[in-house]
Protein backbone atom coordinates (compact mmCIF):
# COMPACT_ATOMS: atom_id res chain seq x y z
CA UNK A 1 0.00 0.00 0.00
CA UNK A 2 2.99 2.31 0.54
CA UNK A 3 4.92 1.55 -2.33
CA UNK A 4 1.56 2.17 -4.52
CA UNK A 5 0.84 5.38 -2.53
CA UNK A 6 4.27 6.97 -3.91
CA UNK A 7 3.78 4.84 -7.42
CA UNK A 8 0.00 6.92 -7.71
CA UNK A 9 1.80 10.68 -6.52
CA UNK A 10 4.65 10.16 -9.17
CA UNK A 11 2.14 8.94 -12.21
CA UNK A 12 0.40 11.70 -11.92
CA UNK A 13 3.09 14.30 -11.84
CA UNK A 14 4.84 12.22 -14.49
CA UNK A 15 1.39 11.82 -16.86
CA UNK A 16 0.60 15.86 -16.35
CA UNK A 17 3.88 17.60 -16.47
CA UNK A 18 6.54 15.73 -18.16
CA UNK A 19 4.53 12.50 -20.32
CA UNK A 20 1.16 12.87 -21.50
CA UNK A 21 0.99 10.18 -23.50
CA UNK A 22 -0.52 7.16 -21.89
CA UNK A 23 0.23 4.96 -24.55
CA UNK A 24 4.37 5.62 -24.38
CA UNK A 25 4.02 5.58 -20.82
CA UNK A 26 2.29 2.01 -20.36
CA UNK A 27 4.97 1.09 -22.57
CA UNK A 28 8.15 2.22 -20.69
CA UNK A 29 6.02 1.08 -17.12
CA UNK A 30 5.00 -1.78 -18.52
CA UNK A 31 8.43 -2.89 -19.66
CA UNK A 32 10.05 -2.34 -16.78
CA UNK A 33 7.82 -3.94 -14.56
CA UNK A 34 7.63 -6.93 -16.61
CA UNK A 35 11.43 -7.45 -16.80
CA UNK A 36 11.71 -7.22 -12.94
CA UNK A 37 8.98 -10.01 -12.61
CA UNK A 38 10.79 -12.18 -15.33
CA UNK A 39 14.13 -11.78 -13.62
CA UNK A 40 13.42 -11.91 -10.29
CA UNK A 41 11.37 -15.35 -11.01
CA UNK A 42 14.44 -16.63 -12.74
CA UNK A 43 16.55 -15.22 -10.00
CA UNK A 44 14.05 -16.93 -7.25
CA UNK A 45 13.93 -20.89 -8.67
CA UNK A 46 12.04 -22.62 -11.41
CA UNK A 47 9.79 -21.66 -13.89
CA UNK A 48 7.79 -24.61 -15.20
CA UNK A 49 4.87 -25.40 -14.43
CA UNK A 50 1.28 -26.62 -15.19
CA UNK A 51 -0.55 -25.60 -18.75
CA UNK A 52 -3.41 -24.25 -16.68
CA UNK A 53 -1.28 -21.70 -14.49
CA UNK A 54 1.17 -20.66 -17.37
CA UNK A 55 -2.51 -19.57 -19.06
CA UNK A 56 -4.18 -17.90 -15.97
CA UNK A 57 -0.75 -16.05 -15.38
CA UNK A 58 -0.50 -15.00 -19.12
CA UNK A 59 -3.56 -13.78 -18.91
CA UNK A 60 -3.42 -11.80 -15.70
CA UNK A 61 -0.80 -10.15 -17.59
CA UNK A 62 -2.69 -9.58 -20.62
CA UNK A 63 -5.03 -7.62 -18.03
CA UNK A 64 -2.93 -5.69 -16.19
CA UNK A 65 -1.44 -4.26 -19.59
CA UNK A 66 -4.99 -3.15 -20.45
CA UNK A 67 -5.90 -1.80 -16.90
CA UNK A 68 -2.73 -0.06 -17.21
CA UNK A 69 -3.92 2.29 -20.42
CA UNK A 70 -7.26 2.91 -18.92
CA UNK A 71 -5.01 3.90 -15.76
CA UNK A 72 -3.38 6.42 -17.30
CA UNK A 73 -5.77 7.99 -19.25
CA UNK A 74 -7.73 8.27 -16.30
CA UNK A 75 -5.21 9.65 -14.25
CA UNK A 76 -4.02 11.83 -16.88
CA UNK A 77 -7.51 13.79 -16.61
CA UNK A 78 -8.26 13.30 -13.19
CA UNK A 79 -7.20 14.89 -9.92
CA UNK A 80 -5.07 11.71 -7.87
CA UNK A 81 -7.09 12.37 -4.65
CA UNK A 82 -10.09 11.33 -7.25
CA UNK A 83 -9.07 8.90 -9.06
CA UNK A 84 -7.52 6.55 -6.67
CA UNK A 85 -10.46 6.04 -4.45
CA UNK A 86 -12.06 4.99 -7.66
CA UNK A 87 -10.00 1.98 -6.99
CA UNK A 88 -11.18 1.20 -4.38
CA UNK A 89 -14.51 -0.10 -5.59
CA UNK A 90 -12.66 -3.46 -5.82
CA UNK A 91 -13.53 -4.95 -2.92
CA UNK A 92 -16.86 -5.10 -3.72
CA UNK A 93 -16.18 -6.87 -6.98
CA UNK A 94 -13.74 -9.15 -5.53
CA UNK A 95 -15.74 -9.75 -3.02
CA UNK A 96 -18.65 -11.23 -5.07
CA UNK A 97 -16.61 -13.56 -7.49
CA UNK A 98 -14.36 -14.36 -4.64
CA UNK A 99 -17.50 -15.68 -3.08
CA UNK A 100 -18.63 -17.53 -6.50
CA UNK A 101 -15.41 -18.73 -7.20
CA UNK A 102 -13.28 -19.31 -4.08
CA UNK A 103 -16.05 -19.85 -1.61
CA UNK A 104 -14.80 -16.75 0.51
CA UNK A 105 -17.22 -15.61 2.86
CA UNK A 106 -16.51 -13.54 6.12
CA UNK A 107 -18.95 -11.64 9.05
CA UNK A 108 -21.54 -9.08 8.14
CA UNK A 109 -19.29 -6.51 9.73
CA UNK A 110 -17.01 -7.45 7.07
CA UNK A 111 -18.72 -6.89 4.42
CA UNK A 112 -20.31 -3.34 6.09
CA UNK A 113 -16.68 -2.30 6.00
CA UNK A 114 -16.51 -2.96 1.87
CA UNK A 115 -20.26 -1.42 1.36
CA UNK A 116 -18.22 1.78 3.58
CA UNK A 117 -15.25 1.92 1.07
CA UNK A 118 -17.57 1.59 -2.07
CA UNK A 119 -19.81 4.30 -0.57
CA UNK A 120 -16.48 6.54 0.20
CA UNK A 121 -15.26 6.08 -3.25
CA UNK A 122 -17.98 7.39 -5.19
CA UNK A 123 -18.42 10.18 -2.41
CA UNK A 124 -14.69 11.24 -3.55
CA UNK A 125 -14.98 10.65 -6.91
CA UNK A 126 -18.08 12.72 -7.66
CA UNK A 127 -18.64 15.80 -9.56
CA UNK A 128 -20.99 18.56 -10.28
CA UNK A 129 -22.71 18.01 -13.65
CA UNK A 130 -21.01 22.14 -14.62
CA UNK A 131 -18.08 20.68 -14.07
CA UNK A 132 -15.62 18.74 -16.75
CA UNK A 133 -18.41 17.40 -19.08
CA UNK A 134 -16.53 14.61 -20.14
CA UNK A 135 -15.47 13.64 -16.52
CA UNK A 136 -18.18 11.08 -16.62
CA UNK A 137 -16.33 9.42 -19.48
CA UNK A 138 -13.35 9.24 -18.15
CA UNK A 139 -15.10 8.18 -14.44
CA UNK A 140 -16.39 5.27 -16.77
CA UNK A 141 -13.37 4.46 -17.96
CA UNK A 142 -11.56 4.42 -14.39
CA UNK A 143 -14.15 1.88 -13.04
CA UNK A 144 -13.42 -0.23 -16.05
CA UNK A 145 -9.84 -0.23 -15.49
CA UNK A 146 -10.59 -1.01 -11.72
CA UNK A 147 -13.00 -3.69 -13.05
CA UNK A 148 -10.24 -5.02 -14.94
CA UNK A 149 -7.55 -4.99 -12.09
CA UNK A 150 -9.85 -6.87 -10.04
CA UNK A 151 -9.94 -9.48 -12.50
CA UNK A 152 -6.27 -9.61 -12.99
CA UNK A 153 -6.09 -10.18 -9.54
CA UNK A 154 -8.64 -13.46 -9.17
CA UNK A 155 -6.31 -14.84 -11.95
CA UNK A 156 -3.47 -14.62 -9.92
CA UNK A 157 -5.32 -15.94 -6.75
CA UNK A 158 -5.68 -18.75 -8.56
CA UNK A 159 -2.54 -19.36 -9.97
CA UNK A 160 -1.17 -18.80 -6.57
CA UNK A 161 -3.10 -21.72 -4.87
CA UNK A 162 -1.20 -24.66 -7.02
CA UNK A 163 2.46 -22.70 -7.73
CA UNK A 164 4.74 -20.69 -5.91
CA UNK A 165 4.94 -17.09 -6.35
CA UNK A 166 8.29 -16.37 -8.30
CA UNK A 167 6.69 -19.39 -10.96
CA UNK A 168 3.28 -17.04 -10.98
CA UNK A 169 5.07 -14.13 -11.74
CA UNK A 170 6.99 -15.21 -14.67
CA UNK A 171 4.25 -15.96 -16.80
CA UNK A 172 2.63 -13.01 -15.85
CA UNK A 173 5.22 -10.69 -16.76
CA UNK A 174 5.91 -13.09 -19.88
CA UNK A 175 2.00 -11.84 -20.46
CA UNK A 176 2.18 -8.70 -19.59
CA UNK A 177 5.44 -7.53 -21.58
CA UNK A 178 3.47 -8.80 -24.52
CA UNK A 179 1.32 -5.50 -25.88
CA UNK A 180 3.82 -3.64 -24.83
CA UNK A 181 6.59 -4.60 -27.10
CA UNK A 182 3.90 -4.29 -29.54
CA UNK A 183 3.35 -0.55 -28.74
CA UNK A 184 7.17 -0.22 -29.04
CA UNK A 185 6.78 -1.55 -32.55
CA UNK A 186 3.64 0.38 -33.78
CA UNK A 187 3.80 3.56 -31.42
CA UNK A 188 7.08 6.21 -32.35
CA UNK A 189 6.46 9.06 -30.06
CA UNK A 190 9.00 11.93 -30.67
CA UNK A 191 10.18 12.73 -26.95
CA UNK A 192 11.60 16.11 -25.57
CA UNK A 193 13.82 16.80 -22.74
CA UNK A 194 11.10 16.94 -20.65
CA UNK A 195 9.74 13.74 -21.33
CA UNK A 196 13.26 11.90 -21.12
CA UNK A 197 12.98 12.77 -17.55
CA UNK A 198 9.41 11.41 -17.81
CA UNK A 199 10.47 8.14 -18.86
CA UNK A 200 13.35 8.27 -16.15
CA UNK A 201 10.73 8.78 -13.53
CA UNK A 202 8.24 6.31 -14.26
CA UNK A 203 11.56 3.91 -14.95
CA UNK A 204 11.39 4.27 -10.96
CA UNK A 205 7.59 4.01 -10.38
CA UNK A 206 7.68 0.81 -12.70
CA UNK A 207 10.53 -0.64 -10.15
CA UNK A 208 7.99 0.62 -6.88
CA UNK A 209 5.09 -0.96 -8.32
CA UNK A 210 6.82 -4.11 -8.84
CA UNK A 211 8.39 -4.31 -5.53
CA UNK A 212 4.15 -3.79 -4.75
CA UNK A 213 3.12 -6.18 -6.70
CA UNK A 214 5.34 -8.61 -5.62
CA UNK A 215 4.28 -8.23 -1.68
CA UNK A 216 0.46 -7.92 -3.08
CA UNK A 217 1.09 -11.50 -4.57
CA UNK A 218 2.59 -12.90 -1.38
CA UNK A 219 -0.27 -11.74 0.42
CA UNK A 220 -2.82 -12.79 -1.59
CA UNK A 221 -0.88 -16.64 -1.75
CA UNK A 222 -1.30 -16.74 1.68
CA UNK A 223 -4.56 -15.07 2.86
CA UNK A 224 -7.92 -14.31 1.64
CA UNK A 225 -7.77 -12.22 -1.47
CA UNK A 226 -10.87 -9.88 -0.30
CA UNK A 227 -9.22 -9.36 2.77
CA UNK A 228 -6.00 -8.08 0.99
CA UNK A 229 -7.77 -6.05 -1.65
CA UNK A 230 -9.74 -4.27 1.31
CA UNK A 231 -7.25 -3.06 3.49
CA UNK A 232 -5.20 -2.11 0.11
CA UNK A 233 -7.83 0.56 -0.56
CA UNK A 234 -7.70 2.72 2.54
CA UNK A 235 -4.79 3.96 0.54
CA UNK A 236 -6.77 7.05 -0.84
CA UNK A 237 -6.39 7.91 3.03
CA UNK A 238 -2.30 8.70 2.16
CA UNK A 239 -3.07 9.60 -1.61
CA UNK A 240 -5.58 12.33 -0.26
CA UNK A 241 -3.08 13.69 2.82
CA UNK A 242 -0.14 13.71 0.24
CA UNK A 243 -2.04 15.37 -3.09
CA UNK A 244 -3.58 17.86 -0.21
CA UNK A 245 0.14 18.84 1.26
CA UNK A 246 1.65 18.98 -2.26
CA UNK A 247 -0.92 21.45 -3.49
CA UNK A 248 -0.62 23.76 -0.39
CA UNK A 249 3.30 23.31 -0.58
CA UNK A 250 4.29 22.60 -3.79
CA UNK A 251 1.80 23.24 -6.29
CA UNK A 252 3.88 23.20 -9.54
CA UNK A 253 4.59 19.51 -8.40
CA UNK A 254 0.80 19.03 -8.00
CA UNK A 255 -2.15 20.87 -8.11
CA UNK A 256 -5.64 19.75 -6.62
CA UNK A 257 -8.46 22.07 -6.49
CA UNK A 258 -8.69 22.98 -2.99
CA UNK A 259 -11.68 24.63 -1.47
CA UNK A 260 -13.46 24.59 2.18
CA UNK A 261 -16.40 22.17 0.90
CA UNK A 262 -13.73 20.30 -1.49
CA UNK A 263 -11.92 19.61 1.69
CA UNK A 264 -14.54 18.70 3.78
CA UNK A 265 -16.37 16.08 1.24
CA UNK A 266 -13.00 14.20 0.15
CA UNK A 267 -12.23 14.23 4.41
CA UNK A 268 -15.87 12.64 4.57
CA UNK A 269 -15.19 10.11 1.76
CA UNK A 270 -11.57 9.27 3.17
CA UNK A 271 -13.32 8.63 6.83
CA UNK A 272 -16.08 6.53 5.49
CA UNK A 273 -13.31 4.21 3.45
CA UNK A 274 -10.79 3.94 6.47
CA UNK A 275 -13.96 3.26 8.09
CA UNK A 276 -14.44 0.57 6.29
CA UNK A 277 -11.17 -0.83 5.96
CA UNK A 278 -11.03 -1.19 9.62
CA UNK A 279 -14.62 -2.95 10.03
CA UNK A 280 -12.89 -5.33 7.19
CA UNK A 281 -9.30 -6.36 8.66
CA UNK A 282 -11.06 -6.64 12.40
Known amino acids: MLFWT ?3 ILDKYIVSHELRDPILTTTIFGVTLYLLF ?3 AVLS ?3 TTSISVIILSLVAGICYTIALLGY ?3 M ?3 EVSRFVPILAVEPLVISILAFIFFAEKFSWVAYLGILFIVAGSILISHEKASQKKHSKKILLLAFLAMAVF ?6 IEAATLVETVPTVMFWFGVGGIIIPIGLIIFHHPHLREKAEKGVQHLIVTGILSAMAMIFFTKAISVGPITLVVA ?3 TKPLLVFIVATLLS ?3 PKILRERISTSILLKKSLATAFIVAGGILVIM
Open 248 to 250: FLH
Open 72 to 74: YYS
Open 6 to 8: AVN
Open 150 to 155: AIRNLL
Open 45 to 47: GTI
Open 76 to 78: QRL
Open 231 to 233: FIS
Open 38 to 40: IIF
